[in-house]
C-alpha cells in the first residue's frame, strides 16, 4: 500500500479570546490517499474550515495550532518554518473558498492574478506565465480565455469567477485542493457544473481533494470518503456508502433525516433538536449529549475514535452508535 | 471621458457663477470699503469723487454686471487698495501657497501611509498604539499653537531654524520657489510640517482602518493561500485598496489645504495667498476678495476633477462614462 498524501493526526487548533480558548478543532485525525476525494461535513463552527486553513498554515492570530501533526508526503508542516510553508501554498497544496464574490481581488485584474500565483513559485517569464494562466482558464470551461484574462473580476459572474479560483487554485497543479464549500454561493445548476467540472479535473491530473461543506447531497455524488464533524471533532468517518447509508453516530442520522427527500412527502421535516453548543468552555464529555436521544450517563466521558475491526478506514465517537460495532481486536 | 470633462467643466461655470454672487452680496454687506480707504479729513467731494472711480455709486446689479462683463475677458477688477489687478495680485502669492501645500501635503503622505499601514498590520503591539496615540495629538493640537511652539522651540531657544518668511527664492520658469535652494528648504522647515501635522494624522486613521478592514478580506485569504509573499499581499493586494478612498481624501484635502493654509501663513509670516486674504478683508478689498475665492474654487474643482479621474484609474468599477458621471 502506497503511503497515503495526506496525515491529520490529533490536530488541535484553538483561538484565544478574551472570552476564553475556543477549541475550534480539538483532535480531529484523517488519512487522504492521492487523488481521494474526501468530504468533510458539519454545520456552520464545527470546525470544518478552521480544519483546512490549520493544513494550509492559514489560521490567524489568535488562533494557533497547539497540538498534533499534518504531515504532506511524509513532510511535517505544523513545524515548517514560513518562508517554506509559503512555497507550498498555492503550489502543492491549493485552496478555493466559498464565495467567489469576495475572493478575487476587485481591483486587480484576472491575468495579474492569476500569473502572480504561478510567479511566486515558478522562476519563469511572464509570457510563459500568461500562456498557463490562459490554459487553465481554457481547462474549467472559459469561454474566449485570452479576452478573459484581460477582464476585470466584476466583469464576471458568480459561477464565473469562481472557475476562475478553480483555474487559479489548479495553475501549479497541487497534490491537494481544500475546497471550502466552493459551491455553497452558486445556484444549483452552476453548482451542478462546478462539481462536475471539479471532479473531473481532479481525477485528470490526480489531485486529491478535500470538500468542505455543509451539504450532504453534495457529497453523495462527489466523495469516495466522508468525514462526519461536530463541536470540533470528527464523529463519524467511513466510505460515503458507509456513512450516509448505515449511519453509525445519532448525530450522522439527524443530518440525514433533516434533508428533505421526495419519499416522504408531505411529511414533517425531522430536525435536531436543540443548537450547536458554544466551544468556549466545552464540558468534557460527548459534545452531542445535550440534543442525543441515546444519551445516558456514559456520555459525560469524552468517547474515543472506535475504529470498526474490520474496516481501517471506519470509525465512529460514540458510546452508543447506532449500528452494531465490531469491536477493534484488543 | 471626454464627455465626462465637457460636462463637468459646464457644471463648474455654474458653481463659479453663484460663488461670485454670494461673495458680492455678502461682501456689500460687511460694510463700505470708501469708509476705510478714504482719509477721514477728506471732504465730502474728494469722498464722492472716490466712489466714483471705484465704481461705487453704483446699485450693487450694476457693479455686479460690470465684474462679470471683465470677468468673462479673464479680468476680475482692480484692487482698491493697491490700484492693480486683484488676478496679478493673487497670482503673484500663489507660488508661495502652493509650495506650502505640496511640501506638506507630501510630508502628510510620506509619513501618514506607512505609518498608517504599520499601525493597521500591528493594532495591539507597541508600536501600532504609539502611533494611535501620536495620531490623536496631530488631530487635536491647534495649528496656530503648534506653530507658535515651533517657532518658541526651534526659532528662539535652538536658533536652528529662520522663523518667518521664504528665504531665498529660485526662478523656475518664472516662478519664485523656495523649495530648490537651502536656505528656502531652511524656511520651509517649520512651517511645512505644521501645515502637514493634521493630514498626517488623517491619513494615518484612514490607511489604517482601511487596512485593518481589508485584511479581514476573503481576497487577502485568497492570495496567501496562492504563496504569495507577504510583502506582495500587503504591497499589491491590501494597499491597492486602501488607495481609492486614500486618493479622494488626499486630493479634497489638497484644496483645503491652500484654502486654509491662512492660520500657518500667518504665524510665520509666509508671503503667500493666504495672507492676502486676510489683509484684502481687513480693507474691505473686495475685487481681491471676490477674486481669490473664485481661484479657489477653481483649484477646487481642478483637484476633483483630476481625483475621479484618478480614482477610475485605481478602481475598476468605477469608469466615467455618459450615464455613471
New interface residues.
Partial sequence: MTPPLLTVEGLRTHFFTRAGVVKAVDDVSFTLARGEVMGLVGESGSGKSITGYSI?G?VDPPGRVVAGSIRLDGRELTTLDPESM??????RV??I???PM????????IDRQMT??IL??DDVGERVALGRARDALERVGIPSPDERLKA?P?QFSGGMRQRV?IA?ALLNEPDLIIADEPTTALDVTIQGQILHEVQKLARETGTALVWITHDLSVVAGLADRVCVMYAGRIVEQGTTAQVLDTPAHPYTQGLLDSVPSRNARGARLKQIPGMTPSLIGLAPGCAFRERCARADADCAETPAMSVDGNDPGRGVRCHHPIVPWTQPPR | MLVFVIRRSLQSVVVLVAMSVIVFVGVYAIGNPIDILINPQADQIDRERAIAALGLDRPLWEQYLTFLRGAVTGDLGRSFVHSTSALGLIVEKMPATLELAFSAMLIAIVLGIPLGLWAGLKPDALSGRTIMAGSILGFSLPTFWVGLMLIMVFSVMLGWLPSNGRGTTVDLFGVPLSLLTVDGLAHLALPAPNLALFNVALLIRLTRSGAREALLQDYVKFARAKGLSNRRVIGVHVLRNILIPVVTVIGLQFGALIAFAIVTESVFAWPGMGKLLIDSINLLDRPVIVAYLLVIVTLFIAINLAVDILYSALDPRVRLSEGGG
Fill in positions: 494550509m492559514l509559503r512555497k507550498l501554498r498555492g503550489n491549493a485552496m473558498f466559498q464565495d469576495m475572493t478575487l481581488n476587485p481591483v486587480l485584474r502572480e500565483a511566486a513559485h476585470w466584476h479560483a487559479i
